[in-house]
């Protein structure tokens, strides 16, 4: 056996000559010093990775995973999600108690033994097998993704973002399988439940917007575009900020607590301008202004949460058509219940409907009550009109990133760049924009996007998002110093839906897609 010992002063290497035993009296040791021989290099891997070298698996930047305990990954995979997860087979236990009839019972109840089994695999950090074929739409993606990129994974040491969608992809599967369940949404209850604790904010805006918008009289056509600007930029802080009421985030929160998220006056919007750390809501302005000159366009909603953010979101497009900045509003939605308080089909006709014909709010006055009537009358009306459209693609439901929809879904790339403008809401959907990895906080957003930004025909994209994860990018030269400053001042900053960012790509609109 021969030891080498290391120049850097490293443990001695010991090597045996194979076959050979130690001649008698010999040394048992020899060891070698290797003192002029270079040092052992630490090489670390250049990032970003080259386009070629980018999977699911592999992200431009490091990913986050499960096991990264300095991450929110951690977190999200330790607790939150087997805290979801037990909220949902609580809220489809009620329903199985509330039924009479022996075959739904029976049905459910087989529902509900499925979400055992994945809450057993979730809190065991099983091995992510396929999905189910249970004639949705996305299975072949989801199986091609799983057999390409992530066989042997599991959910703590696949890439984060994969693995919490492949969560909520086995719940729908938990249903989606059943006879009379299929549709079943876990979390109706609770999005519905916390819009009706919405009041006060509820009717601060819409006792503002009931009646059609007009400028003031004798007012010259650059007062008319100073007053549009200012209502764009407050209403974008509206859409933006009401981003704050996620229910996958706010487990148990009281309505104190949903009245200070909510806050929309406009004191507290110039105090929360501060807190926009890439901020590109002049540049946005200069965008819609554009579209507006052009005789208007079509602007599209890739949708976050359900109930007061969908709320917010209908109150901006709403300004949008009556202030000719567009012509035609679209709706992107998931087709099934998706990371709590995501809008589905379902989500949109109840907010629309519950305005003109509900009584949810008991203690409003009839004036406010009238108020809301009116403002979901037209905006009901705008749907039939052609104004306003809702759509769900299934690859809004999918474990891919958007980085993959110019090649997963051309069809879906393609409708997108028709838009004149698309309007990217809440975390979750920036996540998937940047493919959710441990970018520098420097990072341009057009760079951050990937695909989305620099593929022929990639239309122009906002991303409006209050910051409740890890990856944060576009905060411009001096974004590193930023970042690092509020990790040493403010631990959680990153979570804490304190700070947001309004960025702005403008892609190649115009240009012929182009697919390989």
Not at 178 to 189: C, L
Not at 300 to 328: H, M, P, R, T
Not at 353 to 365: C, D, I, Q, R
Request: net charge negative; proline share 5%.
């Amino acid at each position: 056996m021969t030891s080498i010992s290391q120049p850097n002063g490293g443990e001695p290497v010991a090597v045996h000559a194979k076959g050979s035993p130690p001649a008698s009296g010999a040394p048992a040791r020899v060891t070698l010093h290797l003192g002029h021989l270079p040092s052992k290099t630490n090489m670390s891997v250049p990032y970003p990775r080259s386009p070629s070298r980018v999977d699911p698996n592999n992200p431009p930047w490091p990913a986050f995973r499960g096991y990264h305990r300095y991450s929110f990954a951690h977190a999200t995979m330790g607790v939150r999600l087997p805290t979801i997860l037990g909220k949902a087979i609580d809220d489809a236990s009620r329903t199985l108690n509330e039924q009479s009839s022996e075959d739904l019972i029976i049905d459910l109840a087989n529902c509900l033994e499925r979400m055992d089994q994945l809450m057993v695999d979730l809190s065991g950090n099983a091995k992510l097998r396929p999905v189910i074929d249970d004639d949705e739409a996305d299975v072949a993606l989801w199986n091609k993704e799983i057999a390409k990129y992530f066989q042997g994974k599991d959910f703590m040491n696949a890439p984060w973002l994969f693995a919490e969608a492949y969560k909520y992809r086995r719940l729908h599967e938990c249903f989606s399988v059943s006879k009379y369940w299929k549709d079943y949404d876990v979390f109706y209850r609770q999005k519905c439940d916390t819009f009706s604790r919405s009041a006060e904010a509820v009717f601060e805006l819409s006792m503002r917007f009931a009646e059609p918008f007009k400028h003031a009289a004798n007012l010259s056509d650059a007062e008319k575009l100073e007053a549009d600007r200012l209502m764009f930029l407050e209403l974008t802080q509206v859409c933006l900020w009401g981003n704050s009421t996620d229910l996958s985030l706010l487990i148990n929160m009281t309505e104190e607590q949903i009245k200070s998220l909510q806050s929309t006056g406009g004191d507290h919007l110039a105090a929360t301008e501060k807190n926009i750390l890439g901020n590109h809501l002049n540049q946005l302005w200069d965008t819609v202004k554009s579209i507006r000159e052009k005789m208007g366009g079509r602007i599209d909603f890739v949708l976050d949460n359900a109930g007061f953010e969908l709320y917010c979101d209908c109150v901006y497009a709403d300004f949008l058509i009556q202030s000719g900045l567009a012509k035609q509003i679209r709706f992107h939605g998931k087709r099934y219940p998706w990371f709590v308080s995501d809008v589905t089909r379902k989500d949109w006709e109840w907010l629309l409907n519950t305005m003109v014909y509900g009584h949810l709010f008991p203690k409003a006055t009839e004036v406010e009550r009238e108020s809301l009537r009116r403002l979901g009358d037209r905006w009901k009306q705008y749907e039939r009109d052609g104004k306003w459209v809702y759509e769900q693609h299934p690859f809004w439901c999918t474990g891919y990133t958007f980085w993959d929809l110019h090649s997963e879904a051309p069809d879906l790339f393609l409708h997108l760049s028709h838009s004149d403008l698309v309007f990217f809401k809440g975390d979750l959907n920036h996540r998937k924009l940047t493919y959710d990895c441990h970018a520098p906080a420097s990072t341009p957003f057009d760079v951050a996007i990937g695909p989305m930004a620099s593929a022929a025909g990639a239309p122009r994209i906002c991303s409006l998002r209050t910051i409740k994860s890890d990856v944060v990018v576009g905060f411009g030269e001096d974004g590193d110093v930023i970042a690092k400053k509020l990790d040493d001042e403010e631990p959680g900053w990153k979570i804490s839906g304190k700070y947001a960012v309004v960025l702005l790509s403008e892609g190649r609109p115009g240009e012929k897609v182009r697919f390989a």
